[in-house]
């Protein structure tokens, strides 16, 4: 049996009209040795034969059928059957460029990384891309959390690396959690001892208006302040450089948590009651929001809104939500 160097695993779910793009520019790839494995997550509308027809005239592609179990239980059975030296994900409303696997790959291969990461190019309908100036770095798993904790050049998401196989030989995404790449991001570095990170844009990340990641809020958008809590807790027990930019995180979980309760309808008794608390701990966190060098302007003075009255903080939310609106119309 011929193994391939890469296993690409793509979770394909009511996509029919970016599947295309998504899928050529994967099989259109500068570097050829790999396979694609396509996970049709019982997908409603015509997704699941056109991976079949993909398989049909190209033998890299490998499909899998099943039951709808959303994005981490498509890529855990993508995992599963990959035969490939290093794994990498790609959303399938998503599209790469074509030297983007052959990048990651020498990346990788000349430092003797684990781990190589690429930039992400943001696409909105109608409107020109933001191109950013190239860095390159080769860092350590506390630098590689720390980079990605902060989010500028580059972070958590699965979907712009290449892992060694052996980073997944324990590690899989959590079931039913909706925040499953922060869930995992310190299980997946920590089995790393070298990451590149290379900020060159290569993974287009297409922003669609009626995407999974609706503004509107319900319980299980709590999964992410879950999320971001868990990894506190381990880095106050491991990591003592990481606690500053770990705590951020937690406060960026409450505010975008609430951000979509004060955008949303009528909140009912128990989501009342978490909102509540939510202020509350955004309250206790105020001197610290204020001081810190990772929120914005804008935030900081939201943080103060708040302080004052939530209603005005609610004012503050809505417009800023209308002006990133208007900006990526």
């Known amino acids: 049996m011929v193994v391939p160097e890469i296993s690409i695993i793509v979770p394909v779910y009511n996509v029919e ?5 998504c899928v050529n ?3 259109n790839q500068t570097f050829q040795d790999f396979e694609l494995i396509l996970v049709d997550d019982g997908s409603p509308d015509n997704c699941g034969q056109m991976c079949d027809d993909y398989a049909e005239i190209d ?3 490998i499909v899998i059928h099943q039951k709808n179990g959303g994005l981490s239980a498509a890529r855990n059975a993508g995992i599963e059957i990959a035969k490939g030296r290093y794994l990498g994900f790609v959303d399938s409303d998503d599209y790469i460029a074509e030297d983007m696997y052959e990048l990651l790959y020498t990346n990788l291969k000349n430092e003797k990384a684990d781990l190589a990461t690429v930039g992400f190019l943001d696409i909105y ?5 933001v191109v950013k100036e190239r860095k390159y770095l080769v860092t350590d798993m506390v630098g590689a959390a720390k980079i990605m ?17 052996e980073i997944f030989k324990h590690v899989r995404y959590p079931v039913g959690m909706i925040t499953e790449d922060a869930a995992v991001i310190l299980d997946v570095l920590e089995e790393t001892s070298k990451v590149v990170i290379d900020t060159s844009q290569k993974y287009y990340y297409y922003h669609r208006e009626n ?3 609706s503004n509107h809020f319900t319980m299980k958008d709590l999964d992410m302040i879950k999320a971001w809590e868990e990894n506190e807790s381990r880095v106050l027990e491991k990591y003592p450089e990481l606690v500053n930019v770990a705590h951020t995180r937690v406060c960026w979980a409450y505010f975008t948590v609430l951000d979509k309760m004060m955008n949303s ?6 989501e009342k009651k978490t909102q509540k608390e939510i202020i509350q701990f955004l309250r206790k966190n105020f001197m610290f929001v204020l001081k810190n060098h990772y929120f914005t302007k804008p935030r900081k003075l939201s943080m103060i809104a708040l302080r004052i009255h939530p209603y005005f903080y609610k004012l503050m939310s809505r417009l800023e939500n209308e002006m990133v609106r208007r900006i990526n119309k």
């Open 211 to 213: 995407s999974i990641s």
């Open 149 to 165: 904790f902060e989010g500028k050049l580059s972070t958590i998401s699965a979907t712009n690396k290449l892992y060694k196989r």
């Open 59 to 61: 033998q890299r592609v």
């Open 125 to 129: 309908a109608g409107k020109e891309p």
């Open 17 to 21: 009209k970016y599947l295309d793009k």
């Open 265 to 270: 309808g009528e909140l009912g008794i128990e």
């Open 25 to 27: 520019s994967i099989l």
